[in-house]
């Protein structure tokens, strides 16, 4: 039985998906992330065998479905947050455990049931450099530490690296599906098409981005009557 756990960041304007806007405003960043994060959490409780884990920072909401244990995040940067995530699920439950995070709503039950055949880590990299799902067959805080602790997060290249510290302290590590996360409005629409029928995809349809502002006209200045200029 693998324990699924969630990471995520509360919605609230101003805080979550802060690059969706520009063109979308931060409410509807907020309401578009609230609506990927749903999707992600209905996914997980499909597929989960035991209870969930919903690492969070901040306070949950009306998007929480029942059936999540909640444990709030650390303090510390995310490569902390992700160790402190998998120690915290340890106290709850034995065995494997697969970490993802609050923006991939097309992720299917198939992903979030994996095989560790021959595996001690899976990771399942992001099409932006970064990682979508992070698993270790025997999550133990100390070693996990080691696996994550230091590793660059938020980069181009932060896949690749945790990827490569994984082989580097010796797990015997599988790839995942590589997925597109949503943290552009590019990303959003390319997501949306993937899961026509979530939360998210729906809610999408309906909101209007914002029309870009053109940039304002220069007029030419105009002598004043009685003047003359200079050729």
Not at 145 to 167: C, I, K, P, W, Y
Not at 173 to 195: E, G, H, K, N, S
């Amino acid at each position: 039985m693998t324990t699924l756990i969630v990471i995520a960041k509360a919605p609230v304007p101003g805080r979550a998906k802060t690059r969706l806007s520009p063109p979308f405003s931060a409410a509807e960043s907020a309401a578009l992330a609230e609506a990927a994060l749903a999707d992600t959490l209905h996914n997980v409780l499909a597929a989960a065998s035991g209870r969930p884990i919903l690492a969070l920072d901040g306070t949950p909401g009306g998007w929480l479905p029942p059936g999540f244990a909640v444990i709030p995040q650390v303090q510390g940067g995310l490569d902390i947050r992700i160790a402190a995530a998998f120690a915290a699920a340890a106290q709850h439950a034995r065995g494997p455990a697969l970490l993802i995070g609050m923006d991939t709503p097309q992720v299917g039950r198939k992903l979030l049931r994996p095989c560790w055949q021959g595996a001690d880590a899976l990771i399942g990299l992001a099409s932006d450099g970064g990682f979508w799902a992070l698993g270790f067959r025997a999550p133990d805080p100390d070693l996990i530490l080691r696996a994550v602790g230091g590793v660059r997060m938020s980069r181009s290249d932060t896949g690749l690296a945790q990827l490569a510290r994984l082989r580097s302290i010796g797990m015997r590590t599988t790839l995942l599906p590589i997925l597109r996360d949503v943290d552009t409005a590019a990303d959003a629409y390319a997501v949306a098409r993937l899961c026509p029928r979530s939360r998210f995809a729906k809610l999408l349809r309906t909101t209007a981005p914002r029309p870009r502002r053109p940039p304002p006209r220069r007029v030419a200045s105009q002598p004043a009557p009685g003047t003359a200029t200079l050729r």
